[in-house]
C-alpha cells in the first residue's frame, strides 16, 4: 500500500508559480512512477506529467511543457511540480499519482493522492 499526500495548491495570479509536493508513504516509493494529474471544473481528469523511478525520464501534456517541472528526491518519498507562468485555464485540482509501470492515463494508476486545489486568476 501507497499513501500519497499533497500539499502546496492555493490561489495565484496569472504569470505566478507555486510548487506542488507530494509525500508517499511506504518504502517502495522508488519503484514507482509518479505523476501528476489534474481536474478542472466540468471537466474530466487529464494527464499533466510523470517522471521514472531514478527521475531520469520526464512526460509532460504539451499545454505545459516549458512552464512545468516535475521532479522527485527518493531519500525524501516526495515528488514535486513546479508550476511557472500559471494562466488561467491551469485552474484545478491537482492529483498526485503512482504507477508500478506506465502512467500517462487514469487506468494506468495504482495509487491516488486525495488532491490539492490550484487556483489562478487573470
Known amino acids: 500500500q501507497v499513501q500519497l499526500v499533497e500539499s502546496g495548491g492555493g490561489s495565484v495570479q496569472a504569470g505566478g508559480s507555486l510548487r506542488l509536493s507530494c509525500a508517499a508513504s511506504?518504502?517502495?516509493?522508488?519503484?514507482?512512477?509518479m505523476g501528476w494529474f489534474r481536474q478542472a471544473p466540468g471537466k474530466e481528469r487529464e494527464f499533466v506529467a510523470s517522471i521514472s523511478w531514478g527521475g531520469v525520464s520526464t512526460w509532460y501534456t504539451d499545454s505545459v511543457k516549458g512552464r512545468f517541472t516535475i521532479s522527485r528526491d527518493n531519500a525524501k518519498n516526495t515528488v514535486y511540480l513546479q508550476m511557472n507562468s500559471l494562466k488561467p485555464e491551469d485552474t484545478a485540482v491537482y492529483y498526485c499519482?503512482?504507477?508500478?509501470?506506465?502512467?500517462?492515463?487514469?487506468?494506468?494508476?495504482?495509487?491516488w493522492g486525495q488532491g490539492t486545489q490550484v487556483t489562478v486568476s487573470s
Open positions: 511506504g518504502r517502495t516509493f522508488s519503484s514507482y512512477v
Open positions: 499519482a503512482a504507477s508500478l509501470g506506465r502512467l500517462a492515463r487514469e487506468s494506468q494508476v495504482d495509487y
